[in-house]
Every structure is written in structure tokens, then in C-alpha cells.
């Protein structure tokens, strides 16, 4: 299938205090455009690593990318120049940043922030657009997340915010070029369950009504199941298991994936809770 | 509002504060050994004479009465007269703070100029050879005592390379009266006198090097440590994945959230110097308040002294209000919360 993000038996290893570990073993993955594909695994399985890779984020050293590709819409992004990446970052390909509290830059405004993302995203596409013009597209972006007064919040310094309006910020942030690709890390595991929840219908909303493709990387099943059509299950810097999501819950296979279904809590039949065995 | 409020109760506070530094002091200076009438007059004055001066002085009433015999001078601006320079006490502050004033200035523009920019670099090449040899200047910089620096670079750039003046505000051939705000970079700039400007700036040069050494340092290690801890901060890694070029996250999304550190210990710094500087003074022959403080209390000269330290003390209360205010304007977390 020809995908719009293509993970090619990509490798990498971390070297600290002398140490090399192997931290992604032969990761292979696929985000088809307009689909919504979701990376799962515990801590330390490497979907954060496998993240950050895309996004250009790794730093090198401590990383190293020993082996494979990452294709982007037919380029392979691990052969592209800096330069090159770079411009891709916010414009292409976004992030929406898992932590609220910790995410925003504490001493600018959100008009700030967001404005200046736009100028420099703009100045990457070739767009020109004046600071007033600029300023509207980061109210209209703010209004899309369902934010009740734009002007406001983009007057606001994060302290004056909530941490669910903090996260829905967040979110315009990454939508402010409209991007093809949306990778999404565990959005919204700072906040409370009821917050997360609108948090994650407002990101599965706008993703389907632009039709844009999202790697939603989490740890949660639930999350799997609400957000995403397809899965890969990573265990120990592997895919262990890729499957339909509804084919995943219903008949998995790999053992570590049985283990995972397991242990997600029921409200129903007793004290049916798996053992976790990594 | 929150942080209006804070102000204000500062500012009320720093009033008690200096009510009290009056206090102290008024009495340790009267309470120390030795007799300024005795001192002013010399060793072969009669007793009757040093009873004379004692009761002109006022020094043979009792304490509290002198104590409040002088809150009464102090309301009127009047400081008495000081028994080294036989001029009002207010007359020899407003000349000698000016002088002071605009070193410590050119001191402080010196230690965060370079200071700053120097920690930014350490920062941004963390452990490597940029880092290593900031931080090596700075500490040397921070542990060279302020006279030996002083002689130095008097000897060096003023009797070896005749580059600098080393002594004084202004040549003695030149004919200047700072008569506006007594700030010689000012004044000759409100007199059209260019050639003024000039030596005044000739003249500030090395003195300010030698008092900006150990704050430079100070100001250097102090913005790279801050730098490094909101380096590693989540919204540096999210402006980089939102494509914000390093130069901008470096000076801009860096600098603000780690400027707080450096610009509070400014502010103790510059007030402290006002008083601090005299070594520096007297090796330039600078005729400024330090050395006319240090100089009246060898003398005993208790009006002089209780003013010096009383501007002193006013002026460390304004500085130290003022760098609230930009701590305030740098990070609004403070202005929203309150601090502290």
C-alpha cells in the first residue's frame, strides 16, 4: 500500500555512560493518508523513540539510527538535508504535546506563541501574510477547538489557563498549517478522565472533518479502540503485533497483545484481571 | 492587582526598614570608641575647646534628643554640617553620589552586557571547549579582587600602554560644571559638549572593569546555569517540533524564562555597590560617595556618615523595588500570582 508515512525496518540505538542499547529493533509501520493508525505499548517499548525519529526530534548522540527508512510522501526523510526536515516540521507533519502544564512556554502569551509558529511555518511555505492577518488565523484555529472566546485566550498567558484549554491550545498549535499528518502523543494523560475524554472526541472530530492522517501513540486500549482503525502493538523496541483494531480485541494473537487485552480493568465477571508478563 | 498590592506592601515595608537602618546606625556610630571633637580638632586642643566643639555639636544632650534633632534636619533636607570638608552634608552627597551613580552604572552595563551574552554561550555549547573557557573567565573574573584588578589594569593600560587615564572624572585641563544631574555623560550631552562626553567615557573605562569583573563572572555562571535547566524544559522540545528556528528559541524562548536569576542578584549587586565601591574609588581617585563615606567614618564625622549610609540605604530600597517591577515585566507568572 502506498502510505503517507512509511516506516521502513527503522533501528536505532542509545548510548549512554559507555552503554549501547538497542532501542528499536527492525520497527516497521504504515499511515496510510486520512487514516487513523495508533501505536501502543507500555512504557519503554520505544513508541516515544519511534515518535521522535518521525518528527526529527532524536537527539544524536545519545541516539543512533543504525538502520532503515522513513519515507514521507515518497521521501525517504532520514537522506533529506537539515534544512530540509526542518521546514517540514509544523508545515507537513505536527505533534500534539502530551503534558499542558509543561508543553507552553510560561512566559508569552498564546498570541505570541502561536503567532510566531504561524510566521516562521508561513516564511517555510513561501505564504505571506501580515500580523494582523495572522492573528485572525490564530483565532479561527482557537474557535475550530472549540474554544468559546478567542481573543481572550490568545491574550492569555498559559498560568491563566486550564489544563484542559492548555491541551486544546496544544492542538491548534499543531493545526495552525493544516498538516497532512498528526501525531498525537498521549494526549491529554495529564488531565482528569473527563477532560481527556472531550479532549480526545474534539481531536478524533477534527481530524475526520479535515481528513488528516493520525499516529495516535498511547498506552491506553481504550484510547486504541475510540481513536484509531488500525494498531501496531510494540513491545521491547519491536512491532510484535499489527492488526484492524477491531480484529486486534477480538482475536488477538501475540501473546504480549493477549496479556495487554487482559489487563485492561472490567467493570463485569468478577475478578478477571491477566498477569502482565513483559 | 495581586502583584500592585505586593508592591505597595513592599515599598511600606522598605519605609520601616529605613526607619530602622537610621536608628542602628545613629546609635553605633555614637556608641563606637573615639571623640569627633577631639578628632576635628586635633591632638593639641585644650579640653575646654573639645568641650566647646561637643556642645556645638550637640553631643553632650542626650541620645534620643540628638536622635530626634536629627529625623527634624533629615525632614528639611538638612543633613547637618560635615566636620572633614566643613560644607553641608547634602552638598558633598549630591556631588559624590553623581560620581558614584554613573560608575556603578557603567559597571552594571559592562557585567550584564558581557555577563549575559557570555552565560548564553556556555549554555548553548554545554561541555564543550566554548563552555569550558567561559567558564574558566568567569570564575576567574569572579575571584580577582576588585583593587588587584584595579592596579592592573592602571598600570597596564594606563602607565605601560598610555592608553587610558587612570585618575579622576575628567582631565584637570578640561572646564566642565555638571550642573543639571551632575551625570557627566548626560550633562555634556544636554551642553552640546561632545569632547566632555568623550573623556568621561575615556575616564569611566577602567574603573568600571575593574568594579564589573566579579559581577561579570557572577552574571555569566548564573545566566548559563539557568539557561541549562529551562533548556531541558518540555515547551523548548515542543517549540522545536513546531518548527521555531534555534536562533529564536536560544534568545527568545530561553533567554525570558531564565532571565529572573541573574536580574534579581543585579539588583542586589548594583545597590551594594553604591557603597562597595570604595576600593575602586580611592585606587582611581574618583571623587565619589564610597570614598567620601569611608573617609568620614575614619574621621568620625557622624553627619556625613549618617548621610551617606542614608542614601545608601534609600537608594538600595529604589533599586531593589525597581528590579520587583522588571522581575515582574520579564515573568508574568509572577505578576499574576504574586511572589512569594
Not at chain 1, 53 to 64: E, K, N, T, V
Not at chain 2, 252 to 271: D, H, N, Q
Amino acid at each position: 500500500m502506498s502510505a503517507l508515512l512509511s516506516v521502513r525496518d527503522l533501528s536505532v540505538e542509545f548510548t549512554t555512560y559507555g552503554q549501547t542499547a538497542q532501542v528499536l529493533q527492525n520497527v516497521s509501520l504504515d499511515v496510510p493518508a486520512h487514516a487513523q493508525i495508533a501505536l501502543v505499548g507500555e512504557s519503554g517499548s520505544g513508541k516515544t523513540v519511534t515518535m521522535k525519529a518521525i518528527m526529527g526530534l532524536l537527539r544524536q548522540p545519545p541516539a543512533r539510527i543504525t538502520g532503515g527508512q522513513i519515507f514521507y510522501d515518497g521521501r525517504d526523510l532520514l537522506t533529506l538535508a537539515d534544512r530540509d526536515r526542518v521546514a517540514l516540521r509544523g508545515t507537513a507533519m505536527s505533534m500534539v504535546f502530551q503534558d499542558p502544564m509543561s508543553s507552553l512556554n510560561p512566559v508569552f502569551t498564546i498570541a505570541d506563541q502561536m503567532g510566531t509558529i504561524l510566521k516562521y511555518a508561513d516564511r517555510r511555505l513561501g505564504r505571506v501574510r501580515n500580523a494582523r492577518d495572522r492573528m485572525a488565523r490564530v483565532h479561527e484555529v482557537l474557535a475550530q477547538v472549540r474554544m468559546r472566546e478567542p481573543e481572550r485566550v490568545s491574550a492569555s498567558y498559559p498560568i491563566m489557563l486550564s489544563g484542559g484549554m492548555r491541551q486544546r491550545v496544544l492542538i491548534a498549535m499543531a493545526l495552525l498549517s493544516e498538516p497532512a499528518l498528526l501525531i498525537a502523543d498521549e494526549p491529554g494523560t495529564a488531565l482528569d478522565v473527563t477532560t481527556q475524554a472531550q479532549i480526545l472526541r474534539l481531536l478524533k472530530d477534527l481530524v475526520t472533518q479535515r481528513g488528516l492522517a493520525l499516529l495516535m501513540i498511547t498506552h491506553n486500549l481504550g484510547v486504541v479502540r475510540e481513536t484509531s482503525s488500525y494498531v501496531y502493538v510494540m513491545n521491547k523496541g519491536r512491532v510484535v503485533e499489527q492488526a484492524e483494531t477491531a480484529t486486534l480485541f477480538a482475536n488477538p494473537q501475540s501473546d504480549y497483545t493477549k496479556s495487554l487485552i487482559a489487563a485492561v480493568p472490567r467493570l463485569t465477571g468478577g475478578t478477571r484481571y491477566g498477569t502482565v508478563t513483559p | 492587582m495581586e502583584f500592585l498590592s505586593f508592591l505597595i506592601k513592599r515599598a511600606l515595608w522598605s519605609v520601616l526598614v529605613l526607619v530602622g537602618l537610621s536608628m542602628v546606625i545613629f546609635v553605633i556610630a555614637r556608641v563606637v570608641p573615639g571623640d569627633p571633637a577631639r578628632m576635628a580638632l586635633g591632638p593639641r586642643a585644650t579640653p575646654e575647646q573639645v568641650a566647646m566643639m561637643q556642645s556645638e555639636l550637640g553631643l553632650d544632650r542626650p541620645i534620643v534628643e540628638q536622635y530626634g534633632l536629627f529625623i527634624q534636619g533629615l525632614t528639611r533636607g538638612d543633613l547637618g554640617k560635615s566636620l572633614l570638608t566643613e560644607r553641608p552634608v547634602t552638598d558633598d552627597i549630591r556631588e559624590t553620589f553623581a560620581a558614584t551613580f554613573e560608575l556603578v552604572l557603567c559597571t552594571m552595563l559592562l557585567a550584564m552586557g558581557f555577563g549575559v551574552p557570555l552565560g548564553m554561550i556556555a549554555a548553548y555549547w554545554k561541555d564543550q571547549w566554548p563552555d569550558t573557557a567561559v567558564r574558566f573567565f568567569a570564575i576567574f573574573a569572579a575571584v580577582t579582587p576588585s583593587f588587584f584588578l584595579a592596579l592592573l589594569l592602571q598600570i597596564l593600560a594606563g602607565y605601560v600602554l598610555h592608553l587610558l587615564p587612570t585618575t579622576g572624572r575628567l582631565p584637570n585641563s578640561m572646564e566642565f560644571e555638571a550642573s543639571w544631574t551632575g551625570l557627566l555623560l548626560i550633562d555634556s550631552v544636554i551642553a552640546g559638549r561632545l569632547d566632555v562626553l568623550g573623556e568621561a567615557l575615556r575616564h569611566l573605562l577602567l574603573p568600571s572593569i575593574a568594579l564589573a569583573a566579579a559581577t561579570m563572572g557572577q552574571m555569566a555562571r548564573l545566566t548559563r546555569a539557568s539557561m541549562i535547566d529551562v533548556s531541558r524544559q518540555d515547551y523548548i522540545e515542543a517549540a522545536r517540533a513546531f518548527g521555531i528556528p534555534e536562533w529564536l528559541r536560544v534568545t527568545k524562548y530561553m533567554l525570558r524564562p531564565s532571565f529572573v536569576p541573574p536580574l534579581t542578584i543585579m539588583g542586589l549587586e548594583f545597590a551594594s555597590l553604591i557603597g562597595g565601591a570604595f576600593v575602586v574609588e580611592m585606587v582611581f581617585a574618583w571623587p565619589g560617595m564610597a570614598a567620601y563615606g569611608i573617609r568620614t567614618i575614619l574621621q568620625k564625622d557622624l553627619n556625613a556618615v549618617m548621610g551617606v549610609v542614608m542614601v545608601s540605604g534609600v537608594f538600595f530600597v529604589l533599586v531593589n523595588l525597581a528590579i520587583d517591577v522588571l522581575v515582574g515585566f520579564v515573568d508574568p507568572r509572577v505578576r499574576i500570582r504574586g511572589r512569594r
